[in-house]
């Protein structure tokens, strides 16, 4: 039940296109569903996050889509640049009062933005 | 505004030693986590000090412990290494309170030889 689905492993995206990551959780306590980007050797670095009481969240060319009755949410990446190309972690946690965050993880997506 | 920051960037140990990690948290933030990145994979929750306690733990054995300093910072360390932990760790802080934005550090790339 904690875990979080996260697919395709690997995207390949022409500039300018869209790119669509995917993942699942189990737990419905989860209030809290954070994309992180990560580049190589780096840290990951939060990227858009939205709680459960919204259906979509959009900030520039990033939106969250968030379906609770499916237990899905996803990233849609308009727009699509070469300096977008990272791996991409999609996560859930319980977040709220009395909760410590802990962050649960999907597998990654490897993105790569061909010019 | 400091984001989080870690040291060292890289360290190399051989099987059996100990190691010790030092995080600094971003200005303002007072909650520490640790997590394990293995090659590939996902980060894993080892921890998470808040008032200089051990708050909430991973599935993590007992050679992973850690501290947490009055002036917010934290260390993690981990004893007789095995191969298996090599792995990128990393160190996110947050405010006190609801726990939504977490910000990571850059990590420490241990190799275990």
């Known amino acids: 039940q904690q875990q979080v689905k996260q697919s395709p492993q690997s995207l390949i995206v022409q500039k300018g296109g869209i790119s669509i990551i995917n993942c699942a959780y189990e737990n419905t306590a989860f209030d809290y569903f954070p994309w992180y980007q990560q580049f190589p050797g780096k840290g990951p670095a939060l990227l858009i996050a939205i709680r459960p009481d919204v259906s979509e969240k959009k900030e520039g060319r990033f939106t969250i889509s968030f379906n609770k009755s499916a237990k899905q949410f996803s990233l849609h990446i308009m727009d699509s640049q070469p300096g977008d190309s990272a791996t991409y972690f999609c996560?859930?946690?319980?977040?709220?009062?009395?909760?410590?965050?802990?962050?649960?993880f999907g597998q990654g997506t490897t993105l790569q933005v061909k010019p | 505004d400091a984001g989080v920051t870690q040291s060292p960037t890289h360290l190399i140990k051989t099987r059996g030693q100990q190691v010790t990690l030092r995080c600094s948290p971003k200005?303002?933030?007072?909650?520490v986590s640790w997590y394990q990145q293995a090659l590939g994979q996902g980060p894993q929750f080892i921890f998470q000090y808040y008032e200089e306690e051990e708050r909430q733990r991973g599935n993590f054995p007992d050679r992973f412990s850690g501290h947490q300093f009055p002036n917010y910072s934290s260390e993690l360390n981990v004893n007789a290494l095995l191969l298996g932990d090599s792995a990128l760790y990393l160190c996110?802080?947050?405010?006190?309170?609801?726990?939504?934005?977490?910000?990571f550090g850059p990590g420490t790339r241990l190799t275990v030889t």
């Open positions: 200005s303002g933030h007072d909650t």
């Open positions: 996560a859930a946690s319980r977040s709220g009062s009395g909760n410590t965050g802990k962050l649960i």
């Open positions: 996110a802080s947050r405010r006190r309170g609801p726990a939504y934005e977490q910000y």
